[in-house]
């Protein structure tokens, strides 16, 4: 192998490389939730990025319990009686001008008591997991998601 092929073969490894790497470093995926009061997995929630906004819908319910035509009848927006499965829960989060490393200014809604709450996105651990912040003024609620794929 010549000096060239190596040094091309070295610049597409690294190249291929770094796009894995960013990749893990977004929180664009499918994401595992756990119910914060039973810590039983929850739901499946995919994130998506369109023109540099994360948004995210509910894809699937976990809990064979929960009835999958159940609707937001504690919503107070434009969400309000329609069905969660499906539903965006999260809204126009953009990654952070300072810190490259998080993605804020959306938000996030609570189907469970209709709450909206101001987003915080953080992967972290490589991009296994995904730290979660919803917070109204300085009150917060943290999640940890797990990456699906």
Do not use: H
């Not at 070295?10 to 994401?31: D, E, I, R």
């Amino acid at each position: 192998m010549n000096a060239i092929t190596r040094n091309l073969l070295a610049a597409a490894g690294l190249a291929l490389l770094a796009g894995w790497t960013q990749a893990q470093s977004s929180p664009v995926g499918l994401w595992k939730t756990i119910d914060d009061e039973t810590k039983k997995e929850k739901s499946l929630i995919r994130l998506s990025e369109s023109g540099g906004v994360i948004s995210g819908k509910l894809e699937k319910f976990l809990d064979p319990a929960t009835k999958a035509d159940v609707v937001c009848d504690k919503c107070t927006d434009d969400r309000k009686d329609k069905p969660i499965m499906g539903m965006t829960l999260v809204r126009n989060a953009k990654q952070g001008a300072d810190d490259k490393t998080v993605w804020e200014g959306g938000d996030i809604l609570d189907p469970n008591n209709g709450k909206v709450y101001k987003l915080r996105l953080k992967p972290v651990d490589g991009g296994k997991t995904l730290e979660v912040r919803g917070y109204i003024g300085p009150f917060f609620r943290n999640q940890t998601w797990t990456r699906v794929e």
